[in-house]
């Protein structure tokens, strides 16, 4: 199994960036697929999560109303649309699948760094 994100950078507060996540070696529509970060000295923390079909959202209360997570079951692809962003939001930000809804996802990728400054 392989998560590959990408769409990390570097951008200013207020800006708005788009994460990708590419699945493969997986039945990607069989995997609720979620969003977590990293800030430097601080634990890995929950973003959003997707259902399997992409009907069902959830989000930290720090990513509701800024950020949407979506998939494309057909892409083997989930998204995570990041807008007004704070410096605060910089992080690692970690691409994750569970076949069940869990703090400890069975796959992660290595990551894509978010980086906003003020």
């Known amino acids: 199994v392989r998560l590959v994100e990408s769409g990390g950078g570097l951008v200013q507060a207020g800006d708005s960036l788009r994460l990708s996540c590419e699945a493969s070696?997986?039945?990607?529509?069989?995997?609720?697929m979620a969003w977590f970060r990293q800030s430097p000295g601080k634990e890995r923390e929950f973003v959003a999560l997707?259902?399997?079909?992409?009907?069902?959202?959830w989000y930290s209360d720090s990513a509701k109303g800024r950020f949407t997570i979506s998939r494309d079951n057909a892409k083997n692809a989930v998204y995570l649309q990041m807008n007004s962003l704070k410096p605060e939001d910089t992080a690692v930000y970690f691409c994750?699948?569970?076949?069940?809804?869990?703090?400890?996802?069975?796959?992660w990728g290595q990551g894509t760094q978010v980086t906003v400054s003020s």
């Open positions: 994750a699948a569970s076949v069940v809804i869990t703090p400890n996802p069975d796959y």
């Open positions: 070696g997986l039945t990607f529509s069989r995997y609720q």
């Open positions: 997707i259902s399997l079909s992409g009907d069902s959202t």
